[in-house]
């Protein structure tokens, strides 16, 4: 697995792997539950902690207590984790309207267009 740009955060590979894997997962897990699903060579436990804090950081892991454990879980699908990323843009100007305008008028691809309209019709009057 390459490097990738997850909800507009870095990831290195072993860090990719990791997020594959918890979203693989049906229930949060620990860190000594994780290594063995990573693909070899074998990761030493502190490495895993190591990726699975800096996930945190970036806002794309998050860890609960359960049972005297800590585990871990991706904090949102794909889709989620980059609709965050999107809200937290949008949230940082004054303007938000005209970010989004132009964000529309920059959009080649009418599927797309299409794709936002269908979701304003979803979402329905407010």
Request: charged share 30%; aromatic share 4%; glycine share 6%.
């Amino acid at each position: 697995m390459a490097r990738r740009l997850i909800a507009g955060q870095r990831v290195g590979r072993l860090e990719s792997e990791v997020l594959d894997r918890l979203w693989q997962v049906t229930t949060p897990v620990s860190g000594r539950e994780l290594a063995p699903m990573l693909s070899p060579p074998e990761r030493a436990y502190t490495t895993v902690m190591t990726i699975l804090s800096r996930l945190m950081a970036k806002g794309l892991v998050e860890r609960e207590l359960i049972d005297g454990t800590y585990r871990y879980r991706a904090a949102g699908t794909p889709e989620e984790l980059a609709a965050q990323a999107i809200e937290r843009l949008v949230a940082s100007v004054t303007d938000r309207g005209a970010v989004l305008a132009h964000f529309v008028e920059r959009i080649e691809d009418p599927s797309l267009i299409d794709d936002l309209r269908s979701a304003l019709e979803q979402l329905g009057p407010k």
